[in-house]
């Protein structure tokens, strides 16, 4: 068993510090060594030492003209680790708890299979009646809330790649025309989340939003369902901020910054 020592500890935490003064530093340059003893309260020798410490470790780069610090190249290999390990639906779930509690309906988790969504995870709702919906199974993107929340964030071709393989009918009121289509997806992208009005399951209605990961790339999205005398159109709305805030939420955990999200409307 490795032991710590208070110093080490102690040693530890001024390295962590530093490290934060120089990842919140705005500026392009990076900071002096009588900036970052002012920011983090060190004394100078202090500051010196550990910043030597962690320049052998390639955590900090010090330009010698400017004699300033800035992070270290090695960040980029320590933060591409830690993106590779994220994974959408183990950063969902507790989010995916928190959106039934508040919205007191089934929520879906999904992802892309081509022209198809997955289902990756559910979480039932506490009413009695609960929707048919099941972990693993497929859907078309074109006539769920859930497909149409990540169809809006494709590619031009890809989603004229949707279109080629043609748009079944699963209701009567599933959209069936590229021109429909591509008129939903722009109302989608406009206001922020999708809705699925009885489209692919007649009696069921559910709102969804897409979830992007940190290169910005939408990667699934989150849906919440019910049966459309629960889900009316008034209360579509309210779902909407529900989802939209939960798909937002997971996308942080993932890694994305650059937001591409509408606001509601």
């Known amino acids: 068993m490795v032991s710590t020592s208070v110093s080490d500890n102690r040693s530890i935490g001024k390295a962590a510090t530093l490290l934060r003064a120089l990842l919140e530093d705005e500026s392009v340059r990076g900071l002096r060594l ?33 004699e300033r610090y800035r992070l270290g190249i090695k960040f980029v290999e320590f933060g591409m680790a830690v993106l590779r390990r994220l994974d959408v639906r183990t950063e969902a779930l507790p989010v995916l708890a928190r959106l039934v509690a508040a919205a007191e309906e089934t929520v879906h988790l999904g992802t892309r299979a081509g022209v198809e969504v997955i289902y990756l995870e559910k979480v039932e709702g506490p009413h009695a009646i609960q929707m048919r919906s099941r972990v693993g199974e497929r859907m078309p ?38 021109e429909a289509l591509r008129t939903d997806l722009q109302r989608i992208r406009t206001r922020g ?14 709102v969804g939003a897409p979830v992007f990961d940190h290169n910005v790339r939408v990667v699934g999205a989150i849906s919440i369902a019910g049966p459309a005398y629960r889900v009316s159109e008034e209360r579509l709305h309210e779902l909407a901020q529900l989802v939209t805030e939960a798909a937002q939420e997971t996308s942080r955990r993932l890694g994305c910054v650059a937001s591409p999200y509408a606001g509601v409307r």
């Open 141 to 178: 993107l074109h006539s769920t809330g859930i497909g149409k929340a990540m169809l809006a964030y494709l590619s031009e071709e890809e989603v004229a790649g949707v279109i080629r393989q043609g748009l079944s009918a699963r209701t009567e009121h599933t959209i069936t025309t590229p």
């Open 193 to 206: 989340y999708s809705t699925d009005l009885e489209e692919n399951e007649v009696g069921v209605r559910c």
């Open 34 to 66: 009588v900036d970052l003893v002012q920011r983090c309260g060190l004394e100078k020798s202090t500051v010196h030492r550990v910043l030597a410490a962690l320049m052998a470790e390639g955590l900090v780069d010090h330009d010698a003209e400017s």
